[in-house]
């Protein structure tokens, strides 16, 4: 269900807005999202967008910083004040030369930035990627296997009655493969799934993360609750704890 919903058709495909002001752009990228299944809305000012905001909120934004009427520096940072759009995905667009924002930009909660002009398959991987992280089940607060339990909202994962301290990155690995047990993913779709990414990280770096997150998770003669599988990838044990 979860794999179906962001190739989604019709009523159920993910609701995308895209705040540009620069028409060609704002018309390349939502004929894009619309191919990829998505249901793209087009606005070009900033204070359109903070209504648009308001009245009804999307699946995702994907957010110009320098706009007409109020900018996506300022729209980003009423949305993350606001209940109803604390946690909704964003991803900012900068024009060359504003990157030294980005630091600015990422303090005030967008989620994802890309500096123009960017590639539109990066652009689409990372929307999928963001997607894929605010699906509505990963609200449910708690994923939990055998003696295993990870807390989205604590960011706290314990075994037994220990707590695990994991790095952010091993948080998120752990917690993509814990959302589908059973499931082989492949260092591909880790990469793009956990870091959001597939083209700037080498994918050996999967492997560097998914051993420190094996060397958190099991001591002495623990069970080990991620199953390689060769020349696949990895997955989640879904025989772990039973
Ligand atoms: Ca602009």
Redesign the pocket.
Known sequence: MAEARHNGQGAGAPRILVV???EALSVLLSYNLEAEGYVAERVARGDEAELRLIEQPPDLVIL?????GLS?LEICRRMRAREATRTLPVIM?T?RGEEGERVRGLSIGADDYVVKPFSLPELMARVRALLRRARPERVAATLAAGDLSLDRQAHRVRRGQRDIHLGPTEFRLLEFLMEKPGRVLSRGQLLDGVWGSAAEIDERTVDVHVGRLRKALSRGRESDPIRTVRGAGYAFDERFGK
Request: hydrophobic share 45%; net charge negative.
């Open positions: 540009e002001d620069e110009d910083w320098m706009l007409p996506g667009l024009a």
